[in-house]
């Protein structure tokens, strides 16, 4: 069963705005989140993760929010650039450096 | 410095064959994990190896085997290939100290099984 869901397949956003990326969980046991980008042809890159004792991590234009009550996290890219075009994977794991648990990826296309 | 590294880039196999996949972690780490990622799905945890023994496994057959150096390189293999097992596979390393459990992926093996 999917313990990590991102509800959308793909999202496209104009050059400048802000991107907004969700991913919903369903494992309570859950400590750690992170998000990856991934391109054609390569593996997934690393952007951003936070713990469960947080609700907002920040990295440049990068933030990534939990509600640990609702079990949902969020990815906020601003602003938006045509290089951010990727599929965005949410994963979560419940103890650090262990198994991840990845969604099954949300396509963004960033226009200009 | 030297990202993950893994051979081969492509394979094609027949039904019925093993296959051996190799991974180098990056520099400094010590902990490899190996996923297969399907096409249209994100990547799905097959095991982790943690000073040369599987730590932790996921949700695969007993086809699926491993092994991980003194050097902490590692080696995937997959006996009795089946069609469903054409995927691209991933290994990812990780450093001593956990942080916040980011690992750090390869470029992948894609492996085709006819």
């Known amino acids: 069963d999917q313990q990590v869901k991102q509800n959308s397949p793909s999202l496209s956003v104009q050059e400048g705005r802000i991107s907004i990326l969700n991913c919903d969980y369903t494992n309570s046991m859950f400590d750690y989140f992170l998000w990856y980008k991934k391109y054609p042809a390569e593996g997934p890159t690393f952007l951003i993760s936070i713990s469960s004792i947080k609700d907002k991590n920040e990295d440049g234009r990068f933030t990534v929010f939990l509600n640990k009550s609702a079990k949902h996290l969020s990815l906020h890219i601003v602003p938006s650039q045509p290089g951010d075009s990727a599929v965005y994977f949410c994963a979560a794991s419940e103890d650090s450096g262990y198994a991840l648990n990845f969604g099954k990826g949300t396509s963004l296309l960033v226009t200009p | 410095d030297a990202g993950v590294t893994q051979s081969p880039t492509h394979l094609i196999k027949t039904r019925g064959q093993q296959v051996t996949l190799r991974c180098s972690p990056k520099s400094g780490h010590d902990t490899v994990s190996w996923y297969q990622q399907a096409l249209g799905q994100g990547p799905q945890f097959i095991f982790q190896?943690?000073?040369?023994?599987?730590?932790q496994r996921g949700n695969f057959p007993d086809r699926f085997s491993g092994h991980q150096f003194p050097n902490y390189s590692s080696e995937l293999n997959v006996n009795a290939l089946l069609l469903g097992d054409s995927a691209l596979y991933l290994c990812?390393?990780?450093?001593?100290?956990?942080?916040?459990?980011?690992?750090?992926f390869g470029p992948g093996t894609r492996l085709t099984v006819t």
């Open positions: 190896y943690y000073e040369e023994e599987e730590r």
């Open positions: 990812a390393s990780s450093p001593p100290t956990g942080g916040t459990g980011e690992q750090y």
